[in-house]
């Protein structure tokens, strides 16, 4: 279990804010990407001033129709909590054909995104669904580095598998490790809080990562 490192967050909290600060003396407005940070600092502080920033940050987001803009904005609403704001935004996903999506490994990538939007409003067996084809697409020199994490997860969650939810935890682990990602990171798909989810299912299945296990 990878802790989170509070010292860390709270350096960066302060320096954001400072940045904040100078931006409106000088007149400048803050943007979805400021609140987003600032929301995701709270979140892993346990803070509940994550609602309001995230809240913030996701109302903001750009209303591009495109699948890594959109399961962004979801995973925001999801990270605040609000549940009616996930779902719509999912639903805006779900509704993108995928003969709209010119290039056939972006079309591989929505089935992936497909999937963690299919996890993120609790639909656990159509996120399963989507495992078949996206592993299909791969080819002897894969398109994606992507495991099908979140079909994976969806799969533990339906089957309530502690074993396979810690598994994916520890691979997610790595992830965030080999991409150097940061809490605070503002990206369509941020291993923190896949790991989170991960390791969550896990210890309630099993107890992976509490004290003493």
């Not at 001033?49 to 495109?66: K, N």
């Not at 995973?75 to 009616?84: H, I, K, R, S």
């Not at 992936?112 to 084809?133: E, K, M, N, R």
Request: hydrophobic letters at 45%.
């Amino acid at each position: 279990m990878i802790p989170i490192n509070t010292t860390d967050i709270k350096a960066f909290l302060a320096q954001q804010n400072r940045v904040l600060a100078t931006m409106q003396a000088d007149g400048y407005s803050a943007g979805w990407m400021d609140w987003e940070a600032l929301g995701r600092c709270y979140y892993y502080l346990r803070d509940g001033r994550a609602h309001e920033y995230l809240l913030r940050a996701a109302d903001a987001f750009p209303a591009i129709q495109q699948g890594p803009w959109l399961i962004h904005r979801a995973n925001l609403y999801a990270l605040a909590g609000d549940q009616v704001g996930t779902t719509k935004v999912v639903g805006q996903l779900q509704d993108l054909k995928p003969t709209e999506i010119a290039l056939p490994k972006e079309r591989h990538f929505h089935l992936f995104l497909l999937a963690c939007g299919a996890f993120l409003i609790g639909d656990y067996a159509t996120g399963v669904a989507y495992q078949a084809p996206y592993v299909a697409g791969f080819t002897p020199d894969p398109p994606l580095p992507h495991r099908a994490w979140p079909m994976e997860l969806a799969h533990a969650q339906m089957t309530r598998d502690g074993a396979a939810a810690q598994a994916l935890a520890l691979h997610l682990a790595e992830e965030i490790i080999r991409c150097e990602d940061q809490p605070w990171d503002a990206a369509t798909l941020n291993h923190w809080d896949w790991y989170e989810r991960a390791t969550v299912l896990a210890q309630s299945l099993t107890g992976y990562g509490n004290s003493g296990s």
